[in-house]
């Protein structure tokens, strides 16, 4: 009896949320344009700038199968049709598809498809798409349709293919005023652990799941509003079973809290010597070294970190703050920027994690360890890291041998426990101020973490490098 009325609830809600959209849509649907698809009067002016940036994040799709889920009146659809071999577009509002298929409907390679994305009945065949993409829909669905849809696109996409989709996360970005509106504005991390998530058994009895390729705030949006505006790029690729962890998700679940760790950001910036409009690009953990830069030196700043986690929290910080950063999830060992991208490379004890001559760092503080064998105690703790560290020294033949000219090498241990000293004191004196902000967790793991690392520099074994490097002309 009991289960019978959750069904009927659960069938409720389900109607409910469909009603609430398609009124909202049909209300918003009337006089179809590009305003009504942005809803923002800057819409002619935001269009023309971010659609070659969304375009330009898509993997090749030239001669491959593309469906676009909320197609609406085809801002994207012609644009996907010019090197796409077959597009469906797909919307649930007559008049928006109708007003894309008089637009679009020369282009003999796209079908027009009038559905909600939520209807059971899409009638399309497993493995028939490389590519699935959609601008702002996730958010027209509730939490049980947005998972209900993922599970069909994995199931949609042939094994390599990608699903691209970009959503208004925290809240509103546009500047219409509407009475009701029942957008689910989400936190990026709920789509992102949605995603990562989400498998499929094949029948011959191979899982496969969503890597993430790339997640990112729209440019255009920081440019000229906000960083809500956000954008993921996941690919299907084969996994061992749902229980295995990528590094990605080691780093956002084993190391990390939400406690920024230093602040002698600013210290280094000194030396860099910034100028204004400068482009930097920071491994930015939770994003205070961006902020900073951004705010002190008016730099242009991509703050880029493997770990969702952090960049959900600069997201977070970054709410109501001016300045022009664009944060990203990526590994830098795999993100092809064009050459001569940045004027500065900041990185702050994140090469550890990986080979060092994957990255051409320009500044780079990192931790390093004494020469010779490491006691035991330390070792595991450098297993347990995964870590893969250097003696100072070491590291900076490392650079050399990378390529990198004037490489200058330093052992910053002194000064590295300086700050530890300094932020411990100053972390205990604010203990019920710290954890009301953040956790007694969160509290006791960074004092302890900060303790532990004063003791292994006492013991002579952790070391800090300080490095400044330059890339031959
Ligand atoms: C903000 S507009 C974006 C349209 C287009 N992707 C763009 O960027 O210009 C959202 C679109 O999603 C469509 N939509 C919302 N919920 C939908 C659903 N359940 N099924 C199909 N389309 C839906 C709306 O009709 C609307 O055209």
Redesign the pocket.
């Known amino acids: 009896m009991a289960i019978r009325q959750d069904t009927k609830n659960f069938v409720a809600s389900l109607l409910a949320e469909r009603t609430l959209?398609s009124n909202y849509?049909k209300e918003h649907?009337v006089n179809p344009s590009v305003e009504t698809?942005?809803?923002d009067s800057q819409a002619p002016k935001l269009d023309l700038e971010e659609r070659p940036e969304i375009l330009s994040l898509l993997p090749p799709y030239k001669g491959k199968d593309v469906i676009e889920?909320?197609?609406?009146?085809g801002?994207?659809t012609g644009d996907l049709a010019k090197s796409a071999g077959h597009v469906l577009a797909?919307?649930?509002?007559e008049n928006?598809i109708k007003k894309n298929e008089d637009v679009h409907g020369h282009m003999n390679n796209i079908d027009f498809k009038c559905?909600?994305?939520?209807s059971p009945q899409l009638d399309i065949s497993s493995a028939s798409a490389d590519l699935v993409f959609?601008?702002?829909?996730l958010m027209?669905?509730s939490d049980e349709e947005v998972e209900g849809l993922t599970s069909r696109i994995i199931e949609w996409l042939r094994p390599g293919g990608f699903i691209f989709f970009r959503e208004s996360c925290f809240h509103h970005s546009c500047d219409n005023k509407w009475k009701n509106n029942p957008t689910h504005y989400r936190q990026p991390s709920y789509y992102t652990q949605l995603f990562e998530q989400t498998h499929i058994q094949e029948e011959d009895g191979s899982y496969y799941e969503f890597e993430l390729v790339e997640r990112k705030c729209v440019g255009t949006y920081v440019r000229n509003k906000n960083q809500n505006q956000v954008c993921w790029l996941w690919k299907k690729v084969p996994s061992l079973g749902p229980e295995v962890k990528s590094f990605q998700q080691f780093l956002d679940t084993q190391q990390y809290t939400a406690t920024e760790i230093m602040q002698t950001t600013k210290e280094f910036a000194n030396m860099l010597d910034l100028k204004p409009g400068q482009r930097v690009l920071v491994g930015c953990g939770i994003g205070g070294s961006d902020f900073y830069m951004s705010e002190e030196y008016d730099a242009e700043v991509v703050g880029i970190d493997l770990s969702v986690n952090m960049i959900s929290f600069a997201l977070e910080r970054s709410i109501g703050r001016k300045c022009a950063i664009e944060f990203e999830v990526g590994d830098c060992t795999k993100i092809n920027y064009p050459e001569a991208s940045f004027d500065v490379i900041y990185s702050r004890d994140t090469i550890l994690h990986i080979q060092v001559s994957h990255c051409p760092p320009f500044f780079i503080s990192d931790y390093c360890r004494a020469p010779g064998t490491p006691s035991e105690q330390f070792a595991s703790y450098i297993k347990q890291r995964n870590y893969d560290l250097h003696s100072v020294q070491t590291y900076g033949q490392m650079l050399q041998r990378s390529g990198f000219i004037k490489v200058h090498a330093e052992d910053g241990t002194d000064q590295f426990v300086e700050v530890l000293k300094r932020e411990l004191s100053a972390t205990e004196q604010e203990r019920d101020k710290f954890i009301e902000e953040f956790s007694e967790d969160d509290y006791n793991y960074i004092v302890n973490g900060w303790k532990s690392k004063l003791e292994r520099c006492a013991n002579d074994e952790q070391k800090w490098g300080l490095f400044v490097a330059h890339k031959p002309l």
């Open positions: 959209q849509w649907s698809m942005m809803l889920l909320g197609a609406g009146i801002r994207f797909m919307d649930f509002m928006l559905a909600d994305v939520t959609s601008n702002w829909l027209s669905l």
